[in-house]
Nanobody, 123 residues
């Protein structure tokens, strides 16, 4: 599966933004999907994941209550709605696909990656 993330930009602290990740192919619904982010000089970290049906989600603690991951299997797209953004959310955001069921938060388990989309949150 090929993934393309988009929707990043410059936002003021407290603002909102929605990232999208479009997948190619007809097997999108067979993958758990995740969002990761990488800030300058830091390792890539888990942000959120969603099961292939969309019925289960998982978040890292720092975004709980502010970010929402969702998917539309008919459109082969996964979203990340980000509210109440903080300067520490500034990073390149990547979407990824995991063919193994389990709602992983380990980047090693995600086999397919899109290119990053950059988010900058100004204070």
């Amino acid at each position: 599966v090929q993934l393309q993330a988009f929707g990043g930009g410059l936002v003021q602290a407290g603002g909102s933004l929605r990232l999208s990740c479009a997948a190619s192919g007809r097997t999108f619904s067979k993958y758990d999907m995740g969002w990761f982010r990488q800030a300058p000089g830091k390792e890539r970290e888990f942000v959120a994941a969603i099961s292939r049906s969309g019925g289960s989600t998982r978040y890292t603690d720092s975004v709980k209550g502010r970010f929402t991951i969702s998917r539309d299997n008919a459109k082969n797209t996964v979203y990340l709605q980000m509210n109440n953004l903080k300067p520490e959310d500034t990073a390149d955001y990547y979407c990824a696909a995991d063919p193994v069921y389990g709602l992983a938060n380990d980047r090693q388990k995600f086999d397919y990656w899109g290119q990053g989309t950059q988010l900058t949150v100004s204070s």
